[in-house]
Structures are given as C-alpha cells and as structure tokens.
Nanobody, 127 residues
Framework: QVQLIESGGGLVQAGGSLRVSCAAS????????MGWFRQAPGKEREFVAT????????KYADSVKGRFTISRDNAKNTVYLQMNSLQPEDTAKYYC????????????????????WGQGTQVTVSS
C-alpha cells in the first residue's frame, strides 16, 4: 500500500509560481505512476499531469501544458508539481495519486484509473 501526503499549497498572486509536493510511503514507489489532479468547488476532479514510474514519460492537461512541470525523485519517494504563470482559474485543491504498474506503462488521465490518493493541498491564485 501507498500513503500520500501533499504539501506546498498556499496563496499566490496571478502570474506567480508555486511548487507542490507529494511524499509517498512504501518501499515500491518506483513501481507507481504518479498523477496530479485538481478539484475546484462545484467542479469534477480533473486531470493535471502524470509521470511514469521511472520519470521518463510525462503527460499534461492542455490547460496547464507549458506552465506546469511534473517531476519525481524516487530516492526521496516524492513527486512534485511546479506551477508557473498561475492564474485564478488554477485555484483548486490539488490531489496526488498513485497507480501501480507491473507491466507496460502508458499515461492514465482518469481519477478512476488510480489506486491511491492523498488528502489534497489547497492552491489559491488571487487576481
């Protein structure tokens, strides 16, 4: 099993940057693809970014492509989401998720495809 704890959320002005982190428990972190999702009040949870177990493959939602960067440090059991050029529309609670892979990897973008979830960290972008 994997336990996930997000951190690094906060309040930032439009145009600013923020990096959120997700620390994972367990001894097989490198066997999990990791994802970031976000959910704003009144909206469904939406895909933001995902990264393959070895960090070699990433995929982003069109809305954040070019602004956000997902990365991971398997030695630290941590995945990051660097968010630049933040806009008020990015305001949401950001959730870290993990999906176990025992075979060939391909990116997953739906919440139902992930096995474990953190409690989320709030990111608020003011105008």
């Amino acid at each position: 099993q994997v336990q996930l704890i997000e951190s690094g959320g906060g309040l930032v002005q439009a145009g600013g940057s923020l990096r959120v982190s997700c620390a994972a428990s367990g001894r097989t972190f490198s066997s999990y693809a990791m994802g970031w999702f976000r959910q704003a009040p009144g909206k469904e949870r939406e895909f933001v970014a995902t990264i393959s177990p070895n960090g070699g493959v990433t995929k982003y939602a069109d809305s954040v492509k070019g602004r956000f960067t997902i990365s991971r440090d398997n030695a630290k059991n941590t995945v990051y989401l660097q968010m630049n050029s933040l806009q008020p529309e990015d305001t949401a609670k950001y959730y870290c998720s993990a999906k176990y892979y025992s075979g060939i990897y391909w990116p997953r973008t739906r919440p139902s495809e992930y096995d474990y979830w953190g409690q989320g960290t709030q990111v608020t972008v003011s105008s």
